[in-house]
């Protein structure tokens, strides 16, 4: 009798365990399919509807006009020649200043850790809000930039960066460096205080500088931390409209609008959720076709290492 409870108790524990593990994961499942698939999915639907928020009587499938439209756009041109520039300058500088700090950082000095709480504290500020304060930085009467190049006697007259699209973007794109430093900072810091000391010493003992040291040992080492880095940077460069539309909103004329504020306009003033949409998903295109030339080159980086 012992010996049949014992195999009834043994066998209920399987179940008894998935049950637990199913009623722990429930929550966490429902709530990706309800904020992030069922979204997207709705997304994808909807750029092929006629979706307009002053006219919702009158949604129907109509193919694929929406995208017709919006590439025959000249402001969506505009905007997709801008996310270019913005995702390239933007992380070219964060990268190349981040990697820089992260080296300086490495070492020990006094005030370090003062320093890197001054240098990580952006990152943890709200994109608005640096947007916001850049906005005053930038400001065309008072901002603290034209007062300071005009008392250094850089320029005659205060510049009105916000409001000219030759230096709209420049305006942006400074905002943007200063805000993603950080990140780069954190994570490569991270990865070079990975690398063994003892590196260091044999290839002193074979006499390489200091340049040396940094392309054949520092680099290669934390090469997988740098080429995730920079794609997961491009990606949210790419979707980081915060900075921009709470600087320039996107103007002025549409000289500062990237992809992602491009989509917000159209959500935003003119109620266009079909055309919204389907910018969102050539968003989603040109990213996933990125990642695919990406990670292919990734592979020939990995397979060249010594």
Not at 233 to 246: A, E, L
Request: charged share 10%; hydrophobic share 55%; glycine share 8%.
């Amino acid at each position: 009798m012992s010996t049949q409870i014992a195999k009834s108790n043994s066998s209920r524990k399987p179940v008894s365990a998935l049950w637990f593990i199913a009623g722990c994961l429930a929550p966490a499942i429902l709530l990706v399919i309800g904020f992030t698939y069922y979204p997207m999915l709705r997304g994808i639907v909807m750029a092929f509807q006629n979706y307009t928020l002053f006219d919702l009587t009158n949604v129907h499938y109509i193919g694929f006009d929406n995208f017709k439209e919006v590439l025959k756009s000249d402001s969506f041109m505009l905007a997709l020649k801008n996310s270019l520039y913005w995702v390239v300058v933007s992380l070219v500088l964060q990268f190349v200043l981040g990697f820089g700090i992260a080296l300086l950082l490495r070492r020990q000095f006094f005030g370090r850790g003062v320093y890197q709480g001054m240098i990580f504290f952006p990152w943890a500020m709200s994109g608005f809000l640096i947007g916001l304060i850049w906005r005053w930085l930038f400001n065309g009467q008072i901002g603290v930039i034209n007062d300071l190049l005009l008392k250094i006697g850089l320029i005659d007259s205060p510049i009105a960066f916000l409001s000219s699209p030759s230096w709209g973007m420049f305006a942006v794109i400074v905002a943007n460096v200063w805000y993603g430093i950080a990140f780069f900072a954190i994570m490569l810091l991270a990865a070079l205080q990975s690398v063994p000391e003892e590196i260091y010493e044999a290839a002193e003992v074979d006499g390489t500088n200091r340049l040396q040291k940094l392309f054949l040992i520092t680099v290669p080492y934390i090469m997988p931390t740098i080429l995730t880095t920079v794609m997961l940077r491009v990606i949210w460069i790419m979707n980081f409209p915060d900075i921009i539309y709470s600087m320039t909103n996107g103007g002025p004329a549409g000289s500062t609008h990237i992809l992602a504020t491009f989509m917000m306009d159209k959500i935003l003033f003119g109620g266009e959720y079909g055309k919204a949409a389907a910018v969102g998903i050539i968003m989603m295109l040109l990213l996933v076709l990125f990642m695919f030339f990406y990670f292919a080159a990734s592979k020939q980086e990995k397979a060249g290492d010594f």
